[in-house]
């Protein structure tokens, strides 16, 4: 299939952008990557009447630190993150993930905010975001607010951008002391949509562990350090309360299977890795 005509505007600001949105109203979507939008069109999920490039919108491509965080604009691409000096001693999370997104050639084109944006549940940069306390800036033309991982994706493929808002910047916490950071998933092939994401964090006296791909967003259980049975039970309880679905890649009860032998494989390896 082929996209419905739009009209298509290449912007080179946020200022333009949601100008252009407040103009377009609920028929205007933001474009960067187009890595899940493209295909969304072609198959007439989406039919919007103009799109809005920000690909080239220098003033929304970076990465810097600010107040303990790594803020991302929203024209970053996920291989410029990849690549950046900073990554593994201040993200370690997102080091151990990016491995797992996608392949090179779709890193070099989707964006960061992009992922989070189009918020499928299975997706490892919106489960890092969840696990890590991270949070969204959202910018419209009447103005700007931030909101928290937990608030900012509400269902699958559904966040709380509102009609005429578009993400410009997404920060993620830095590592702490003391902490440890793993991350792993289960999929058909490397690179395929994760049938089970698993992200964990450890220190000296708790264990957060954020699951993908059961519901229908990311999900985060925090407990305090857990060994032995008392790990595994708390493991099968939370492998119960995501509960899970049927489909052409897994059952749910592989995917709670996954939950409970992965879930301890990655709170281990996350131990093991505390500075």
């Not at 899940?36 to 970076?62: C, G, H, Q, T, V």
């Not at 698993?198 to 264990?207: C, G, P, R, V, Y």
């Not at 305090?224 to 049927?246: H, K, R, S, T, V």
Request: glycine fraction near 10%; include cysteine; aromatic fraction near 6%.
């Amino acid at each position: 299939m082929k996209p419905k005509a739009f009209d298509y505007l290449k912007v080179s600001s946020a200022e333009e952008a949601v100008a252009a949105l407040a103009q377009g109203g609920e028929d205007a979507r933001i474009i960067a990557g187009g890595l899940s939008l493209m295909p969304m069109l072609n198959f007439r999920l989406a039919e919007p009447s103009i799109l809005i490039d920000i690909s080239k919108a220098d003033s929304l491509n970076y990465i810097r630190e600010t107040a303990g965080m790594v803020e991302i604009g929203a024209a970053t691409r996920q291989a410029d993150l990849m690549r950046w000096d900073g990554l593994e001693s201040k993200l370690p999370l997102l080091n151990a993930a990016f491995p797992y997104i996608g392949h090179y050639q779709t890193r070099t084109k989707g964006t960061v905010c992009g992922s989070l944006s189009h918020a499928d549940p299975s997706s490892e940069l919106p489960l890092c975001l969840a696990v890590l306390g991270g949070e969204v800036d959202l910018q419209s033309a009447s103005g700007k607010r931030t909101l928290s991982a937990a608030d900012f994706q509400t269902g699958m493929l559904s966040t709380a951008k509102q009609t005429g808002e578009m993400v410009v910047a997404a920060r993620y916490p830095t590592a702490k002391a003391g902490e440890g950071y793993a991350f792993t998933e289960m999929a058909q092939r490397r690179g395929d949509f994760a049938i089970v994401a698993l992200a964990a964090i450890a220190d000296a006296n708790k264990i957060k562990l954020g699951i993908g791909g059961v519901a229908d967003k990311p999900t985060v259980r925090e407990w305090d350090i857990l060994e032995g049975e008392a790990l595994d039970d708390a493991l099968n309880e939370f492998a119960w309360d995501l509960g899970g679905y049927d489909d052409i890649h897994a059952t749910a009860r592989y995917r709670r299977e996954l939950v409970r032998r992965l879930g301890r494989r990655v709170i281990e390896e996350a131990k093991s890795c505390r500075s």
